[in-house]
């Protein structure tokens, strides 16, 4: 483990997935209680896309900004929200220099698979058909997200090509939960590891699909075939349980001749990176908002 990281381990919060209301609560003070990010250099705008039902999201407008990412935000599709992902959309817009929209979908156990990726799929297709009010290219669209999100985001990509919807240049996936079935070696060791661990990944997924089997748009490990789908960029921590499903998917996409730019970072666990004051979270957030500044590049 990072020395910088492991110091602050006895300070976690509890977030167990137990009881989502208690959760969301408590991961909102935390959230709460984080510095204010510097928003100078953009415009922040809170808008809802008309869906069904509508989806709010928070649109961060950099300045001279071209292309853009439907971005989604983690807490194991139970809990988290425009406020609490605040902090991060502001980040990755800055760094990035991309228009980021961050979307407040609908959450478990309240409502499950398909409702989020719904939500999601909605205000990807909301972005191309309005990238000019936008202020957009339209053949600039990302789609990306943190943990659950990033698993999200995948389905997204998949649901996308299989539909022939709206084209998504990239896929930026931090620390990606992608797979129901918890096999690999890292899910079935990592069973203490700090803030995320088995038995809290195995609890998101009931709060998601309930009694419904998960199909490759729920987990998007399940797919079968990879091939045509966008570039992506997977981060992952190495002592997290969802570790190796990452890594996996990142071969499999490479073994279907999609681009993989893969990031494994030594002696951090899942989201690690909200220790801001450790040289690593530092490192993993400008690579981030570097990737998807380039992938958005002419």
Known sequence: ???????????????????????RRNFAKLAAARPAPD??????????????????????????AQGAIVWLHGGGLVFGDLDTEHPWATRLADGSGAVVISVDYRLAPEHRFPAALDDAYAVLTWTAEHAAELGIDPARIAVGGHSAGAGLAAAVALRARDRQGPPIRFQLLNEPGLDDRQETWSQRHFTDTPWNYRDKVAAAWRHYLGSVPASPYAAPARADDLSGLPAAYITTAEFDPVRDEGIGYALRLLQAGVPVELHQWPGTFHGSQAILSAEVSQRQIAELGAALRRALAD
């Open 39 to 64: 928003t100078a250099g953009m415009e922040i705008e809170d808008r809802t896309v008309p869906a069904g039902p509508d989806v709010p999201v928070r649109i961060y407008r950099p300045h001279q």
């Open 1 to 23: 483990m990072n020395p910088e990281l492991e110091a602050f381990i006895p300070f976690l919060p509890t977030v167990d997935l137990i009881d989502p209301v208690t959760d």
